[in-house]
């Protein structure tokens, strides 16, 4: 029997991803802190998840119907990642430089994210070597 990724890791293997995404977001935020101008951005964790697994859910738009030969198939376009992200809203006023970025907010977000990445890994790496005892324990 033939397993595949989806069977073994089931969604966990794209919240890697995701979370991977996220911490550079994070990062990349913090590392703007002291730039005029910049906007904080952050990541819609739900829809990147539904672009990444290529989930329906119920409030999804339908496709759309294709009348002429002619017209675009939107399932052939390219997802570009850069539409998940979102501006983020400050919590306390401008400070003056147009900068939305609050270290501490950037840095809470980015321990959240770190410690939900490594509870993912320790999901993921718990059903390897559940994998791996099986195909040892099948090959005696």
Partial sequence: ???TFNQVFGI???????????????AGNLANADTPG????GLDFNAALIEQAHLKTVDSN?????????????????????????????????TGNGNTVEVSTERMNYMTNNIEYRATLQFLNGRISKLMSALQSGAN
């Fill in 1 to 3: 029997m033939a397993l």
């Fill in 62 to 94: 339908p496709p759309m119907a294709k009348t002429n030969v002619r017209h675009l198939d939107l399932g052939d376009l390219p997802r570009d990642p850069e539409l998940l992200l979102k501006y983020r809203l400050p919590y306390q006023a401008d």
């Fill in 38 to 41: 910049f906007k904080a951005r």
């Fill in 12 to 26: 966990h293997q794209h919240t890697m991803r995701i979370r991977n995404d996220r911490a550079e977001v994070i």
